[in-house]
Each structure stands twice: as structure tokens, then as C-alpha cells.
């Protein structure tokens, strides 16, 4: 049955050593040069073939000649750059299709290879992942313990004096802090306390609430 899908004809300039290692490649493989972009295509994603290096155009003197088989110069000889013909969907640039006939040579040579892993198999880490995880959680326990020595001990009966709202906020009991020192005290201790931070504790947010707000209204 034939095939929906509209080809387009792409002339592939390209430096002549490129061309016979691509077509010997294809001679290989009993298939045409086009089928070797395709397979690239399909296995490779578009990002990764974008970023290789292009193999790019034929230097100055890298030409071939070919005899013009019709039209007023029909049996002439003409110089033109080396070239490979290749069917493939419309819309591809030139750059890209040189780029996925580079890979396939990369391939067969053996520079690189596709991995294709068994989605039903896990993924290990890499060693150096798995440390930098165990480091991370040790120091997150150290920073726990570190918290809970530095930190207040939240009071039985809740905060219910100014002396107990300044030793909340940990100032001494005679201190008068003015509203701004309040405020970032307030601010900091709550980064840490909160109940949504890594090392929060609710019973210490609401006693700090409970603290601002019985300093705040004395110094009004």
C-alpha cells in the first residue's frame, strides 16, 4: 500500500570524504542514505542532533565533476560541490540532516552509542549521588540538633508575661527592645520555627505569636 506521507527531494552539499564514508555506510547496510538519517532521527532525540557539530560544507577546492546529461550544455563537464541525495519528509534543514549522517558514522565506528534501558528495571544513582544524598541528610539531622539545644523550650502554661514573651523571643528580662528590633527577632526566629520550614515545631510558632503580640501591645 502506498505511503500518505509526501517526500521531499534535499540536496545535501558536503565535503566528498563525507559522502563516500556515508554512502559506503548505507552500501553496508543495504539501505539508502536517507533510511540512515531517518533511523537516526527516530532514535536520537531532536535536541541532541541539533547540538552536534555539523560536518558542514565542502572546502573551496573540494568539488566534483559530473557530465550535464540534458538541456543547451547537454555532455559537458561541470565542476560542482559533492553532494548526497536524500528522500526524506519535508521541512528539515540541511545543517540537520548533515548532522543525524554524522552520528550514524559516530555509531558504526563505535564513538557512540544509544542506551536503551529497561523502564521496568530502577535507575541506580551514581555513587557520587548517593554520597552528596547522605552527606545532605546528615547535615540536616546536625542542624536539627544544633535548633532544638539553641532553641526555647516552649513554656507549659503558654506565654503569659512580658518577662516570658522577652525570654521567648530570647532577650533578657529586663530588655526594652523598641518595634523595629522586635520585628526582625521576630522575623528570624519564625523563618526557623515555622511548622512548614525543614526544622519547624508549631508549639514554638504559636508561642512566638503569643510573645510578639504581648510585647507589642505593652509597647503601646
Known amino acids: 500500500m502506498a505511503s500518505?506521507?509526501?517526500?521531499?527531494?534535499?540536496?545535501?552539499?558536503?565535503?566528498?570524504?563525507?559522502?563516500?564514508?556515508?554512502?559506503?555506510?548505507?552500501?553496508?547496510?543495504k539501505v539508502n542514505v536517507g533510511d540512515l538519517a531517518r533511523s537516526v532521527m527516530l532514535v536520537v532525540p531532536?535536541?541532541?542532533?541539533?547540538?552536534?557539530?555539523?560536518?558542514?560544507?565542502?572546502?573551496p577546492g573540494d568539488r566534483e565533476t559530473v557530465i550535464l546529461k540534458s538541456g543547451p550544455s547537454e555532455g559537458r563537464p561541470w565542476r560542482r560541490k559533492p553532494r548526497l541525495q536524500v528522500r526524506m519528509s519535508p521541512g528539515l534543514a540541511i545543517p540537520f540532516i548533515r548532522k543525524a549522517l554524522a552520528l550514524a558514522l559516530a555509531m558504526e565506528k563505535g564513538d557512540l552509542a544509544v542506551r536503551l534501558d529497561?523502564?521496568?528495571?530502577?535507575?541506580?544513582?551514581?555513587?557520587?549521588?548517593?554520597?552528596?544524598?547522605?552527606?545532605?541528610?546528615?547535615?540536616?539531622?546536625?542542624?536539627r540538633a544544633i535548633i532544638g539545644v539553641l532553641s526555647f523550650e516552649p513554656l507549659n502554661e503558654g506565654v503569659r508575661s512580658r518577662e516570658e514573651a522577652l525570654h521567648v523571643l530570647g532577650f533578657p528580662p529586663t530588655a526594652r527592645p523598641d518595634d523595629k528590633t522586635l520585628r526582625a527577632k521576630f522575623r528570624m526566629l519564625a523563618t526557623i520555627h515555622h511548622p512548614d520550614s525543614d526544622h519547624g515545631n508549631h508549639q514554638r510558632m504559636s508561642q512566638l505569636n503569643a510573645a510578639i503580640d504581648i510585647l507589642r501591645r505593652g509597647a503601646a
Open 4 to 29: 500518505g506521507v509526501h517526500k521531499h527531494s534535499y540536496t545535501v552539499t558536503c565535503a566528498s570524504s563525507f559522502r563516500d564514508a556515508v554512502e559506503g555506510l548505507a552500501g553496508r547496510r
Open 46 to 59: 531532536k535536541e541532541t542532533i541539533e547540538v552536534q557539530p555539523d560536518p558542514g560544507e565542502p572546502v
Open 118 to 143: 529497561d523502564p521496568a528495571k530502577p535507575v541506580e544513582p551514581p555513587p557520587e549521588m548517593v554520597i552528596e544524598k547522605a552527606r545532605h541528610v546528615e547535615e540536616v539531622e546536625r542542624l
